[in-house]
C-alpha cells in the first residue's frame, strides 16, 4: 500500500512538474486578457523575445526573397524595417496589441485601450513538448485556422518565460 501512495505521488508530482510551462503560458493569458502590463512583463523576456522575432522575421525574409533580382539588398531593407516593428511589439503594450487588438486580416489596432478593456485569447493548442530540459514549446491554433508557435524558457530563477512567437506554426529554434 505504501509503495502505492509513493508511486501515485510521483506521478502527480511529475505531472505537475511537466505542466508547470503550461501554467505559466495560461497566466500569461489571463494578464494579456486583463491587459496587465506589469504581469505580462514578468511572463516575458522581452529582450530574449525581441531576439528571436528578429531572427524569425529575417530567416522568413530571406526565404522569400531568395532568386530575386536585388534579393540581398531587398531583404536588408525589409530586415530593417521590420526590425523596428519588432521593436515596437517586444514590450508589454506591444505583445498586448499584437494579441488583443489584431484582427482576421492581420491588421493591429494601435490606440490606447483602457487596463481591462475586453481582450479574447482565443488559442487552441495542438501540441506542446519540451524542447531541452529549460526549454518548451507550444503550437496552437488561433481561432482564424492561423497557426502559431511560442517557446518558453525557464530561467535560473525557476520561472518560466515567453521567449520566442511565431505566426507561422515554427520556430527556428
Known amino acids: 500500500m ?65 532568386g530575386k533580382v536585388f534579393g540581398g539588398v531587398l531583404s536588408k531593407v525589409e530586415g530593417f524595417f521590420a526590425g523596428i516593428a519588432v521593436q515596437d511589439l517586444a514590450t508589454p503594450s506591444g505583445l498586448i496589441s499584437l494579441v488583443c487588438d489584431t484582427d482576421a486580416a492581420g491588421n493591429i489596432d494601435r490606440s490606447p485601450k483602457p487596463e481591462g478593456a475586453p481582450c479574447k485569447v482565443d488559442v487552441d493548442i495542438k501540441s506542446a513538448g519540451y524542447a531541452s530540459r529549460r526549454r ?10 492561423r497557426p502559431m508557435a511560442m517557446m518558453m524558457e525557464q530561467g535560473v530563477d525557476s520561472q518560466w518565460r515567453l521567449i520566442g512567437l511565431s505566426g507561422t506554426g515554427s520556430l527556428s529554434q
Do not use: C, H, T, Y
Not at 6 to 24: D, E, H, K, S
Not at 136 to 143: D, K, L, M, Q, T
Open 2 to 66: 505504501a509503495m502505492l501512495v509513493i508511486a501515485l505521488i510521483a506521478l502527480i508530482g511529475g505531472a505537475v512538474f511537466w505542466a508547470r510551462p503550461l501554467l505559466a503560458l495560461g497566466e500569461l493569458k489571463s494578464a494579456l486578457q486583463a491587459r496587465d502590463e506589469n504581469r505580462v512583463s514578468g511572463l516575458v523576456d522581452f529582450a530574449e523575445l525581441e531576439k528571436n522575432m528578429n531572427a524569425d522575421l529575417e530567416q522568413r525574409i530571406e526565404v522569400r526573397n531568395q
Open 136 to 145: 518548451f514549446s507550444v503550437i496552437a491554433e488561433r481561432s482564424n485556422d
